[in-house]
């Protein structure tokens, strides 16, 4: 369609050119203004042939001004770019000033460096110097120092060799001594025992019958003579301090820690020890009946007594086990005189009769005499093994005669324990415990002092040996107390 009708004339078509060229560079205006390709369309509602130059003129325009613009945004990012850049290389320009300036402080700062280095090598080689020269100064004042020390020490030495030699030589003379002190009190006790010995000889030639029963006398010098033998035994491990304070014993030998309570006086330890074995063996129950020791040897007092006791009183074995076992001894006089008489047979078929033999007893056969002499080579056994084990510890040796002397002991012992059964009246062994308090005086003697400060009261610290005490005579008096042999106890009080 054509606004011109069927065919323009050319003032039509200059008109129209006019106006579209005008309103082409009036949207190439607006164009370069907002970029919108909108305002480059042709302005044109009339058809053109393809022979008119006009509208490819146009296009050409237009596609010249599309370039134009691309080339102006290419030309703007670039000149940013170039800005950009210009801006980093006066940035570079600064830093390269600044480094310039930097390193010349550096440089100025590194000779300064190497003139102090200069200096301090020259500090150094001057200490160095003087810090072999005080090494050498040193090594040879302490070459000469340690030489006198050498010296000095080799003098000392010399001198406690000949301290020690004379302390040698004063302890064996102090020993010496001691021994001959210790011979000359044995010598004396043996004198007091023989004169014991003729008055006992005396008493028995005036006897005129043959109970078994010992006298207190004869009681007395027993007890005594089994503590003079006990003496005897230990003798030789009986210096003191033998066995180090320091050196833990076995438990088997110490289990209580009684050697620590006597201070390390091994001699009363020693006696104490053997004490205890011995009671352990014979005196472990009232009226004798420990004599034959504490396994078969009492099972088999045991039947008699009870087979007795069932046509006495009606006895049972619920009397056995209730602690009422041996009570009727305390208070029946009939009773008392059944078991003396019974425990002379005892001693009889266990040591022999007396008067069946001028030159001695003769030991006779049976079950229970076979069971005491096993109980007596146990107790023996015992003994000598503790003895020895003493003996290797502290490396004292032993005496040869040592078994005949402890088969005396225990022996001797054995012969008191019966007689616990063949005298009518309660004879007991008098002792205590460590902890418990005692007045030295009838009961109670100091191991050493005996009763030199009777009425003392002191606590106890050990048993050394135990007493022997005398009630009633077991026939009309039941309850009177008598002190046969006092018992000896080691007090740190008294030492």
Not at 377 to 393: D, G, M, P, W
Request: glycine share 6%; aromatic share 8%; with cysteine.
């Amino acid at each position: 369609m054509s606004c011109f009708g069927n065919k323009p004339t050319a003032g039509d078509l200059r008109r129209l050119y006019a106006r579209g060229i005008r309103d082409f560079l009036a949207g190439a205006s607006r164009f370069e203004r907002d970029g919108r390709e909108s305002s480059l369309e042709l302005p044109f509602d009339y058809q053109f042939s393809s022979s008119d130059e006009l509208p490819n003129l146009l296009m050409w325009a237009r596609g010249q001004l599309k370039q134009k613009m691309a080339l102006q945004q290419q030309v703007a990012t670039l000149e940013k770019q170039v800005t950009a850049t210009e801006t980093r290389l006066a940035q570079s320009e600064r830093r390269v000033v600044e480094g310039d300036a930097q390193r010349a402080a550096l440089t100025r700062q590194l000779g300064n460096t190497q003139s102090q280095l200069t200096t301090i090598t020259g500090e150094k080689r001057a200490m160095e110097d003087q810090h072999r020269a005080t090494v050498n100064q040193l090594t040879t004042t302490q070459a000469r120092q340690l030489a006198e020390m050498r010296q000095q020490h080799d003098r000392q030495l010399e001198n406690q060799r000949v301290q020690y030699d004379q302390h040698v030589a004063d302890t064996a003379a102090q020993q010496e001594r001691q021994l001959q002190t210790n011979q000359l009190r044995f010598n004396q006790e043996l004198a007091k025992r023989n004169m014991e010995i003729q008055k006992l000889k005396s008493q028995l030639l005036v006897s005129h019958d043959k109970n078994l029963a010992w006298p207190d006398e004869k009681l007395k010098f027993t007890l005594n003579e089994v503590r003079r033998l006990i003496d005897n035994a230990t003798a030789r491990l009986a210096v003191d301090n033998v066995v180090p304070r320091q050196q833990a014993l076995p438990d088997n030998l110490d289990p209580s820690q009684s050697l620590a309570r006597v201070g390390g006086r091994t001699h009363f330890w020693l006696r104490s020890k053997i004490w205890s074995m011995l009671q352990a063996a014979f005196f472990g129950l009232p009226f004798g009946f420990g004599a034959f020791g504490p396994g078969r040897g009492f099972d088999e007092l045991l039947a008699v007594y009870a087979a007795w006791r069932r046509r006495y009183d009606g006895f049972s074995d619920d009397d056995a086990t209730n602690g009422a076992t041996f009570e009727i001894f305390k208070y029946s006089a009939l009773c008392n005189k059944w078991r003396s008489v019974t425990f002379q047979s005892l001693a009889i078929t266990s040591l022999g009769d007396p008067a069946s033999s001028s030159s001695g007893r003769a030991p006779m056969t049976g079950v229970v005499a076979r069971l005491g002499e096993e109980n007596i080579q146990q107790c023996i056994q015992r003994i000598n093994e503790f003895l020895e084990e003493v003996s290797a510890i502290s490396g004292v040796p032993l005496y040869a005669d040592l078994d005949d002397d402890v088969s005396g002991i225990v022996r001797l012992c054995f012969e008191v324990a019966l007689q616990f059964g063949i005298n009518q009246a309660q004879l007991a062994l008098l002792t205590t415990d460590p902890g418990q308090s005692a007045v030295i005086g009838a009961e109670f003697h100091d191991c050493e002092d005996a009763d030199e400060h009777r009425g003392m009261r002191t606590r106890v610290d050990l048993m050394v040996a135990p007493g022997l005490q005398r009630v009633g005579d077991g026939r009309i008096d039941l309850a009177k107390v008598r002190v046969v042999v006092p018992c000896e106890i080691f007090t740190a009080e008294a030492h």
